[in-house]
């Protein structure tokens, strides 16, 4: 199959059409509307569900209850909207159903604005609703790694029945660039546990995340943890270059991990001694990753992100205190640029 | 600002805020702010004491156009806002701007319940039957059938009648204008404003770049007096250019236009009575084209607001306890000690 020169919410769009998803839930707000505009015209030309609901809240409960008939569902928001879906969220996980949202992140808090930015990482790694739990969060920086996440995120959904994010921001999801589609898949069989009616079986499905009485909920809770420290110890993902002789190591991901490259090319160039770290699972986060790195030898670790600060705290924890961690961020709309992270990495390499 | 450049009169420019105004070129908008920074000067009350609350959405850019107080707050929760607002300072004249989506859609919930209190303020609500902001989806008043973005091949969805849910919720204020017939839509505003308890306005307004053809011959000066009924209280429902038309039930109790001629008279014609819910509905249901546009006001009563009613609660808890004291609240018998 060719490239295609493609915007980034139609490609991630298409991406899920081909990965099988059968219902599509959403709620028009920029910087992602394209992506429910695709939906709205290739869902019901395939056969599936499309709605625009009437709100983040009647969109993601929507997705709850297609998802627990077995089908692949998704809906797609940005930040402003993730944060009205946090009760859904909690429910779905409590009653694990596999669930895909693609974010398209914008600058909070409050309305904040539609430029790109990455304000949306805590929100999504902690505190994605009430309750002990993470969901996974795979973050590309390009609209093909995009492609490919939203295939393997119904995968992980479905393989782990949880939550999974993709997260891109407003740069992503507005710009073109050549990408390459999957094929289209088969659509998949419904499980098991779905809610398909009782017919030959003996037990009755029924989805649900109460579980009354202290032992109940603690075994589940039990059960969720165990299930979750299954996905840290087989699923983090992250792309590392030049790291292992590095003095200094970029940590960003998505748009600030792109940009974050290409000034570890140039300080390379430059003969300095310095790598990227770019996570590609938010969560489970490389932490044991970076752990090596700052055991290996590396004593300074740089994080950029187009928030005020965020993922700095998961390295900070990652690398421990001994190891000298800055920032580089901005929060507004605006994208660093390779320059300003050059030269605050030459600031920190000039420090001894 | 020294003292001199304070205006002591109230005028529309002087409610005018230093912010470009930015709407599409033709957006009927534009009209409906001027009308509102007409109206706001005819109510007597100093600048001070005007807050303008929106939530999110094309017409939701209004507070920065105002010279009054304001808040462009969440998708659909304005009227929320508005709720805290009133309640807490009951001498404010409080406008809630709205539109199609954000009122009916994400909001829709918060538009009962805020009418249903009979909060003391007025919601203005642009209906264009489409989301502007998000550049041109369906929205819970478009038509059946309405092609957008998002419904490529025309929505399957029955559209929400603004007026006729506010009435389920007991509304006590509800009337209709059109954006480009701008002395109606100032003399509606009026009502509205002077009523007590929440009156609901809705503004067919023309969103020129996504559902331009929306309003059709309504938005024509020469043509929409032969599509308009406007509804005086008392007065039988004639209409047209030549008033030659009327409204008139018929024995299955359903409206119908009939011309004014050897079948039908005046005395055939309803007459209209702000003060029924009933006529109220069958108002509400006469869509154009089929129907004239009802413009005017459909429905007002009078009705004990919610600040009334709390204020009387008050009055007789004092009553029967007396007015209350921190202090002997604090010594009182009903505090423990842990
Ligand atoms: S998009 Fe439509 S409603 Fe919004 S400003 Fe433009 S014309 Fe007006």
């Known amino acids: 199959m060719s490239k295609k020169l493609?915007?980034?919410?139609?490609?991630?769009?298409?991406?899920?059409?081909?990965?099988?998803?059968?219902?599509?839930?959403?709620?028009?707000?920029?910087?992602?509307?394209?992506?429910?505009?695709?939906?709205?015209?290739?869902?019901?030309?395939?056969?599936?569900?499309?709605?625009?609901?009437?709100?983040?809240?009647?969109?993601?409960?929507?997705?709850?209850?297609?998802?627990?008939?077995?089908?692949?569902?998704?809906?797609?928001s940005s930040g402003p909207g993730i944060s009205l879906m946090q009760e859904g969220l909690s429910y779905i996980v409590g009653s694990e159903v596999p669930v895909v949202i693609i974010d398209v992140m914008r600058g909070g808090p409050g309305l904040g604005n539609i430029q790109p930015a990455q304000s949306d990482y805590n929100q999504l790694t902690k505190t994605a609703g009430h309750g002990d739990y993470n969901p996974i969060v795979?973050?590309?920086?390009?609209?093909?790694?995009?492609?490919?996440?939203?295939?393997l995120s119904f995968d992980l959904a479905d393989k782990y029945r949880t939550l999974v994010f993709v997260a891109i921001d407003g740069a992503i999801g507005q710009m073109m660039e050549p990408a390459e589609m999957p094929p289209m898949q088969e659509l998949h069989p419904r499980p098991e546990w779905a809610i398909t009616g009782q017919g030959e079986r003996n037990e009755k499905n029924i989805i649900t995340s109460i579980y009354l009485g202290a032992d109940n909920l603690g075994d589940f809770n039990d059960k969720l943890q165990a299930k979750l420290r299954a996905i840290e110890e087989s699923e983090v993902r992250y792309e590392a270059e030049t790291v292992d002789d590095a003095e200094l190591i970029v940590v960003a991901f998505g748009t600030s991990g792109r940009v974050a490259?290409?000034?570890v090319h140039h300080l390379r160039k430059a003969g300095k001694k310095v790598g990227l770290l770019r996570p590609i699972t938010l969560w489970p986060f490389p932490s044991k990753k970076l752990a090596a790195l700052a055991d290996g030898g590396t004593k300074k670790f740089l994080v950029v992100e187009m928030n005020m600060g965020q993922m700095l705290h998961d390295v900070r924890y990652a690398v421990g205190r001994d190891i000298d961690v800055q920032f580089f961020g901005r929060a507004g709309g605006s994208i660093p640029m390779p320059e300003e992270i050059q030269e605050k990495a030459m600031a920190m390499l000039e420090v001894n | 600002m020294s003292i001199k450049n304070i205006p002591l009169k109230l005028t529309a420019?002087?409610?005018?805020?230093?912010?470009?105004?930015?709407?599409?070129?033709?957006?009927?908008?534009?009209a409906i702010l001027s009308q509102v920074q007409r109206v706001?000067?005819?109510?007597?009350?100093?600048?001070?004491?005007?807050?303008?609350?929106?939530?999110?959405?094309?017409?939701?850019?209004?507070?920065?156009?105002?010279?009054?107080?304001?808040?462009?707050?969440?998708?659909?929760?304005?009227?929320t806002l508005a709720?805290?607002?009133?309640?807490?300072?009951?001498?404010?004249?409080?406008?809630?701007?709205?539109?199609?989506?954000?009122?009916?859609?994400?909001?829709?919930?918060?538009?009962?319940?805020?009418?249903r209190r009979n909060i003391d303020l007025n919601i203005i609500l642009f209906n264009n039957r489409v989301y502007g902001l998000t550049k041109g989806q369906y929205s819970p008043t478009s038509r059946q059938g309405h092609r957008s973005k998002s419904s490529p091949m025309g929505s399957i969805e029955q559209p929400i009648n603004p007026i006729a849910l506010a009435l389920a919720a007991n509304a006590t204020f509800i009337a209709r204008t059109l954006d480009s017939h701008t002395k109606h839509m100032g003399g509606v505003f009026e009502e509205a404003a002077k009523h007590k308890g929440t009156s609901l306005v809705e503004v067919y307004q023309k969103c020129i770049i996504f559902n331009a053809n929306e309003w059709g011959d309504l938005q024509d000066s020469h043509k929409r007096d032969d599509h308009i009924i406007y509804l005086e209280d008392g007065q039988p429902m004639v209409f047209g250019k030549n008033m030659d038309k009327g409204i008139r039930m018929n024995a299955q109790y359903e409206l119908e236009?009939?011309?004014?001629?050897?079948?039908?008279?005046?005395?055939?014609?309803?007459?209209?009575?702000?003060?029924?819910?009933?006529?109220?509905?069958?108002?509400?249901?006469?869509?154009?084209?089929?129907?004239?546009?009802?413009?005017?006001?459909?429905?007002?009563?009078?009705?004990q607001t919610y600040t009334e009613g709390l204020e009387l609660q008050i009055a007789d808890a004092q009553a029967r306890k007396g007015v209350g004291n921190l202090q002997s609240l604090y010594a009182d018998a009903d505090t423990w000690e842990i």
């Not at chain 1, 959403?26 to 869902?43: K, N, V, W």
């Not at chain 2, 706001?40 to 609350?53: A, N, Q």
Request: glycine residues 10%; proline residues 5%.
């Open chain 1, 6 to 76: 493609i915007k980034g919410n139609v490609a991630l769009a298409e991406a899920a059409v081909r990965a099988g998803c059968q219902a599509y839930f959403g709620y028009p707000i920029t910087p992602q509307t394209e992506l429910l505009e695709h939906m709205a015209i290739r869902m019901p030309e395939l056969g599936r569900t499309f709605l625009q609901a009437e709100s983040e809240v009647a969109a993601i409960n929507m997705v709850y209850g297609a998802a627990s008939s077995g089908v692949r569902a998704m809906t797609s």
């Open chain 1, 138 to 151: 795979l973050a590309p920086s390009t609209i093909q790694e995009g492609v490919d996440m939203v295939t």
């Open chain 2, 40 to 79: 706001m000067p005819k109510l007597g009350l100093p600048k001070e004491d005007f807050v303008v609350i929106s939530g999110i959405g094309c017409s939701s850019r209004f507070p920065y156009y105002m010279d009054t107080y304001g808040i462009h707050s969440i998708h659909g929760r304005a009227p």
């Open chain 1, 261 to 263: 490259k290409s000034a």
């Open chain 2, 83 to 115: 709720t805290g607002l009133a309640i807490s300072n009951p001498d404010l004249s409080v406008w809630v701007i709205t539109g199609d989506g954000d009122a009916l859609s994400i909001g829709g919930n918060h538009f009962i319940h805020t009418i």
């Open chain 2, 257 to 303: 236009v009939v011309e004014l001629g050897d079948e039908f008279t005046e005395a055939d014609l309803l007459v209209h009575n702000v003060k029924s819910k009933a006529l109220a509905l069958m108002l509400s249901s006469m869509e154009w084209p089929n129907f004239p546009a009802a413009l005017g006001v459909i429905h007002s009563r009078e009705a």
């Open chain 2, 13 to 30: 420019k002087s409610l005018r805020s230093d912010q470009t105004v930015r709407w599409c070129p033709g957006c009927g908008d534009y």
